[in-house]
T-cell receptor, first 113, second 112 residues
Framework: EAQVTQNPRYLITVTGKKLTVTCSQN?????MSWYRQDPGLGLRQIYY???????DKGDVPEGYKVSRKEKRNFPLILESPSPNQTSLYFC????????????FGSGTQLSVL | GEDVEQSLFLSVREGDSSVINCTYT??????LYWYKQEPGAGLQLLTY?????DMKQDQRLTVLLNKKDKHLSLRIADTQTGDSAIYFC????????????FGSGTRLSIRP
C-alpha cells in the first residue's frame, strides 16, 4: 500500500532533550516536506526536500533540522526542543514539487514540557 | 505576499448543501486544492482545480473559482455525517512552485 509513515504518533518530552521524528514513503517520491499544524494557523511548512541531499527552509525552520540521505526517508530533528514547538507535525511527499497530489502521513502530536 | 484565508467554522444540517469559502492573494496561482482532514488523521486531497478553469465537478463536490475576486469555494451536496472534518483550502503558485500554502482550515459540523 502506498503510504507515508511517521513515527511516533504521540511524543511527550522535556525542554532541551533532542528528539527525531521519522518519516518514510514507499512511493519513490522525489519531493518531501514537513509541516506543523497549530490551531487557527493552518499548516506551515518547516523544511522541504526536492531530492536526495537537497533540502531547503520553509516558512518556519527555526529550531528544526532535516536530512535526506536516502530517497525514502526524511527525518525531522529537534536538537533542543522548546515548549513553543508543541504542535501536530505532518510529513508529506509527492512525485515532484509540481505534482498536484501531496500525500500526507497520519501526524505526530508532540508535547514539549 | 502569499496568503490563504478561510472561516474557521461551518455548521450544516444533514442533507443540506455545504459551501466552504476561501480567498487567496497571489494571482499567480497554478493549482488550487481542497484537502480534508478527519479526526486523528492526516490530510487527504479531495479535489483540485487548475487556475485556468472556472468550475470542476466530481460527484457530490463542486469547486468554483472566481479568479477576478481570488475566491475559491467547495460545495458538498447532500451533506452526510461522514463529511464532518476540517477542510483546508491551499494554493500552489508560480513564484513558489516548491510549496503549497494552506489556509487555516474550516471545521464542518453536521446537525441531525
Amino acid at each position: 500500500e502506498a503510504q507515508v509513515t511517521q513515527n511516533p504518533r504521540y511524543l511527550i518530552t522535556v525542554t532541551g532533550k533532542k528528539l527525531t521524528v521519522t518519516c518514510s514513503q514507499n512511493m519513490n517520491h522525489e519531493y518531501m516536506s514537513w509541516y506543523r499544524q497549530d490551531p487557527g494557523l493552518g499548516l506551515r511548512q518547516i523544511y522541504y526536500s526536492m531530492n536526495v541531499e537537497v533540502t531547503d527552509k520553509g516558512d518556519v525552520p527555526e529550531g528544526y533540522k532535516v536530512s535526506r540521505k536516502e530517497k525514502r526517508n526524511f527525518p525531522l530533528i529537534l536538537e533542543s526542543p522548546s515548549p513553543n514547538q508543541t504542535s501536530l507535525y505532518f510529513c508529506a511527499s509527492s512525485f515532484s514539487p509540481a505534482n498536484e497530489k501531496l500525500f500526507f502521513g497520519s501526524g505526530t502530536q508532540l508535547s514539549v514540557l | 505576499g502569499e496568503d490563504v484565508e478561510q472561516s474557521l467554522f461551518l455548521s450544516v444540517r444533514e442533507g443540506d448543501s455545504s459551501v466552504i469559502n476561501c480567498t487567496y492573494t497571489d494571482s499567480s496561482s497554478t493549482y488550487l486544492y481542497w484537502y480534508k482532514q478527519e479526526p486523528g488523521a492526516g490530510l487527504q486531497l479531495l479535489t483540485y482545480i487548475f487556475s485556468n478553469m472556472d468550475m470542476k465537478q466530481d460527484q457530490r463536490l463542486t469547486v468554483l473559482l472566481n479568479k477576478k475576486d481570488k475566491h475559491l469555494s467547495l460545495r458538498i451536496a447532500d451533506t452526510q455525517t461522514g463529511d464532518s472534518a476540517i477542510y483546508f483550502c491551499a494554493e500552489r503558485t508560480y513564484s513558489s512552485a516548491s510549496k503549497i500554502i494552506f489556509g487555516s482550515g474550516t471545521r464542518l459540523s453536521i446537525r441531525p
